[in-house]
């Protein structure tokens, strides 16, 4: 579902989006098409198409990571939004191999598709980031001007940035879309509920420290809101949320008396890539509805974020 409210609707353009088969994707498209423009998404195999198709858009085939082929897709192209990710679920993700795919679609893939969209002449690139780039700030709020900690986990997303803000100036705008840490209905928030059923540790960082999230039903709404924004670099969440009625509302979602959170050994174990998502990020999404008149349906964490992912799942991601 697609609730635009005020946002709706502003002139039909032709947008491009590569990622719309994804988590972020598929709600993007969704809302996109809903109001009314003609987007075209890349396509990489024939459940792919399928997906696409279903949404109301073209699916359109081209290669991510050669710029001949994308200039041809972008030629007549309004927009260019970019939210292609492969993020690894579960334990999966503490090997650090798993995210050779994800880093090269934010460094090598951002680099293609900018290249691309400065040669076809397209006006505006909306490109998909995280609000973990952010340092850790304890319990002081943080917005677009904090900053933010460069290590190896997060470098990859650095670079797609700077992409996106060098191809930005004259007639071209460039939107940075720093998302919090997604929940709803998608696979990492069926993996942690089925973690905390279990009995094993879901929290990550300490009970004092703040999380910033958004909720899936959240995501497309943000994006379409992103066609109309100044360039620069937006907050997308919700209000931010302690750790510790975080992991208590995995508990009850769960029918589980208590939900624990990591110690320092499973935190060793799980590697410099889990580092990010242990700092307290108490972010304000403030300028993000400033500039555009976005507002979150779920405006704050309760367990009844988890109603989705409760569900029987989407049978494509």
Known sequence: MCVIGSLCKMDRVRIV????????GRAAVRCLVDDGHEVDVLARSADNVAVISGLGASPQRADLFDVTSLVRLYDGADVVINLASEVPVGYA???SNAWRRNDDLHTRGVATVVAAAR??????????????????AGDSWITEQSPIEITPATEP???????V????????????????SILGDDPLT??????????????????EQWAHLVHTDDLGTAVLAALHAPSGVYNVGAAPVLRR?????????????????????????????IEPLTRSLRVSSDHFTAQTGWQPLRTA???AWFDAAQRVPSTAR
């Open 157 to 163: 997303i650095a670079v797609a940035e700077s992409h």
């Open 17 to 24: 989006v590569s990622g719309g088969t994804g988590v972020i």
């Open 165 to 180: 803000q060098d191809y930005a100036g004259g007639f071209r705008a460039g939107v940075l879309l720093r998302f919090g």
């Open 190 to 207: 069926r993996f942690w509920l089925k973690a905390a059923a279990n009995g094993r540790p879901v929290g990550i960082g300490t009970a």
């Open 301 to 303: 964490f309760d367990p």
């Open 245 to 273: 009625e975080l992991v208590e509302g995995f508990a009850r979602a769960t029918g589980v008396e208590s939900a624990a959170f990591m110690g320092p050994v499973l935190r060793r174990l799980a590697g410099t890539r």
């Open 119 to 136: 040669a076809a002449g397209v006006r505006r690139v909306i490109q998909e980031s995280a609000s973990f780039m952010y340092a850790d």
């Open 93 to 95: 993700a503490a090997w």
